[in-house]
């Protein structure tokens, strides 16, 4: 199957900074692109969807202001994490699909584990 | 909201048939199925989706019931390493002509030596 990469695999930053975590699509161009949350023994939770050179649609209860989003080539899409608080630690996974292939794919990045000190 | 209901925990003997099911009583005809897992801290793995007929690949079977309500993934011969969280998944349309997938809480499946 295609790849889809994030980078960095772990960050730990200090309460108030900001991080921000890449996902690339190694092999395939990403039209459309997800970023999900997982916290501890829980699923996934999508947190937005994105179309390249769009603005993301931010699901129920994310901060949009909070977590931004940008996707503006076809092969990368990052999320910021702005003024990072402990509450925002967690397991943030990217999801790409290429919706010319046809073939109704969707794959996800390794993830990237975030600790707010 | 996730539109599937799985039991929140399995377990079988290694080489013997894993047979997870999920109900999706709500699907709409035009919504496919979807099958990935979750190895403990890893990305999801895609393994299998349908829409009607059963789907066959290299990894697991997928059987749909014929009024859509209910399906059932197969592992033929299940390994230690199929140990993992399963989920089912129904897509939900998003926007004009893309879709989205909402996890739901899959099942924990651990296979035995």
């Known amino acids: 199957g295609a790849v889809v990469s994030q980078h960095p695999s772990w960050v730990i930053c200090k309460s108030g900074t900001s991080v921000k975590i890449e996902c690339r699509s190694l092999d395939f161009q990403a039209t459309t692109m997800f970023w999900y949350r997982q916290f501890p023994k829980q699923s996934l939770m999508l947190m937005a969807t994105?179309?390249?050179?769009?603005?993301?649609?931010?699901e129920q209860g994310v901060e949009k202001d909070k977590f931004l989003i940008n996707h503006a080539s076809l092969t990368l899409s990052t999320l910021t994490v702005t003024s990072a608080h402990p509450e925002d630690s967690s397991f943030y996974i990217c999801?790409?699909?290429?919706?010319?292939?046809?073939?109704?794919?969707?794959?996800f990045g390794p993830g990237t584990r975030l600790t707010v000190l | 909201d996730a539109k599937t209901t799985q039991p929140p925990s399995m377990d079988c003997a290694e080489g013997r048939a894993a047979n997870l099911p999920c109900n999706h009583s709500t699907i709409s005809g035009n919504e496919y199925v979807y099958w990935y897992r979750q190895i403990h801290s890893q990305g999801p793995q895609y393994i299998i989706h349908g829409l009607k007929n059963n789907e066959t690949n290299e990894m697991a079977s997928l059987i749909i019931t014929e009024d859509r309500k209910s399906s059932t993934l197969i592992l033929p011969h299940a390994t230690l390493r199929d140990t993992a969280v399963y989920y089912c998944?129904?897509?939900?349309?998003?926007?004009?002509?893309?879709?989205?997938?909402?996890f739901g809480s899959g099942t924990r499946l651990l296979v035995r030596p």
């Open positions: 999801s790409a699909r290429d919706g010319t292939s046809g073939k109704n794919e969707q794959f």
């Open positions: 998944i129904v897509r939900v349309p998003w926007m004009d002509s893309s879709y989205k997938l909402i």
């Open positions: 994105s179309n390249e050179g769009s603005k993301a649609t931010y």
